[in-house]
């Protein structure tokens, strides 16, 4: 059975890693990738 500590402690914890998670915009420029045969493309964000 879960002890007491470790009930309060996981819901801690995991509330303040959550308040720790950032977001950035992407990236607005073209971007090169790589396709499975070997081509390489380029993509880019579609407003």
């Known amino acids: 059975m ?3 500590k470790k ?3 996981i ?3 995991l ?3 959550s308040q720790s998670a950032k977001s950035v915009p992407a ?3 073209p971007a ?3 396709q499975p045969d070997g081509k ?3 993509i ?3 407003q």
């Open 40 to 42: 390489k493309i380029k």
């Open 27 to 29: 990236y607005p420029g």
């Open 15 to 17: 509330f303040f890693l």
């Open 7 to 9: 009930l309060i402690y």
């Open 32 to 34: 090169e990738a790589s």
């Open 2 to 4: 879960i002890s007491k």
């Open 11 to 13: 819901p801690t914890a």
């Open 44 to 46: 880019h964000l579609k």
